[in-house]
């Protein structure tokens, strides 16, 4: 076979019908996806696909509602239950265990965003780096929600401040959602994800944080995982993810 042949063996082998592809991601049925398509919903690089489209699965960029998808076969989208004193990286410097550490590691994978060396709880890690920026991008960021006990009971005054906002080293904090749980814990929703966010915005009512976890990322949430446990995302979750970083940088924009 000569180096052309190959060549285009090479991309009769990526490519697949584009339905297919959809179908694979958790949209729907084949037919459903059929439907997405042909209602103008599905863009190819830019451009309107059209009933029997095929994609190359390593090169071309697919748009759903204007959103990005990944399509490629090897993306990986793992949710980890994070101990504490690990470091959301890939590698550390200082030589501290990282989550990577604790997921499978045959392809080179990232968190998304970060939870703090002391924190725990969800975090997702993957190789789809379009999802990364949809999900921790400021004009995406999907709600994280967190418990936290803090060192004293903490009065209505100091969640009323959390709720609008509290001025940081970096500037003001977005308005939080906060529910009193119980004198010492609260649970509160953020979307923004500056460094040790949470710690610095319960500082700034006077209130050291004693312990943080992290209970949902947008839609994703699992209380059976127990911690240093990790599972591979649904196709279903990933694209209720997706869905939720669009859709909350529609709202926050209008």
């Known amino acids: 076979m000569g180096e052309n042949s190959a060549s285009e063996a090479g991309k009769a082998v990526l490519s697949e019908k584009l339905h297919k592809v959809l179908a694979r991601l958790g949209y729907g049925s084949r037919r459903s996806c059929e439907n997405m398509i042909a209602e103008g919903r599905v863009e ?19 748009m759903v509602d204007g959103k990005q ?23 550390d410097p200082l030589g501290r265990p990282t ?10 994978l990232f968190p ?44 209505e005054r100091a969640i009323a401040r959390l ?19 119980s004198d010492d814990l ?3 929703t953020i979307h923004e994800g500056r460094n040790r966010q949470v710690r610095r915005m319960c500082e700034a009512v006077g209130h ?10 947008g839609p994703i949430r699992d209380q059976r995982l127990r911690q240093g446990e990790w599972r591979y995302l649904e196709l279903s979750e990933v694209v209720a993810l997706r869905n939720a970083a669009s859709q909350t940088n529609v709202t926050r924009h209008r």
């Open 186 to 188: 609260i649970r509160i």
């Open 44 to 62: 190819v690089n830019g451009q309107v696909a059209h009933i029997g489209a095929r994609v190359n699965v390593e090169a071309d960029s697919v």
């Open 69 to 91: 998808v990944g399509i490629r076969p090897d993306f990986v989208y793992i949710l980890l239950n994070k101990p504490p004193e690990f470091i959301s990286a890939v590698t």
């Open 163 to 181: 709720r609008r906002g509290v001025e940081l080293e970096d500037g003001m904090s977005a308005p939080a959602k906060v529910g009193k749980v």
């Open 208 to 217: 050291k944080v004693v312990r943080l976890a992290r209970t949902r990322i």
């Open 112 to 155: 998304v965003g970060r939870l703090d060396y002391d924190s725990e709880g969800l975090l997702i890690i993957t190789n789809d780096g379009d999802l990364t920026n949809l999900v921790t991008h400021p004009s995406h960021g999907v709600d994280k929600e967190y418990l936290v006990h803090v060192d004293g009971p903490i009065s």
């Open 99 to 108: 989550v990577t550490d604790l997921v499978p590691s045959e392809v080179r």
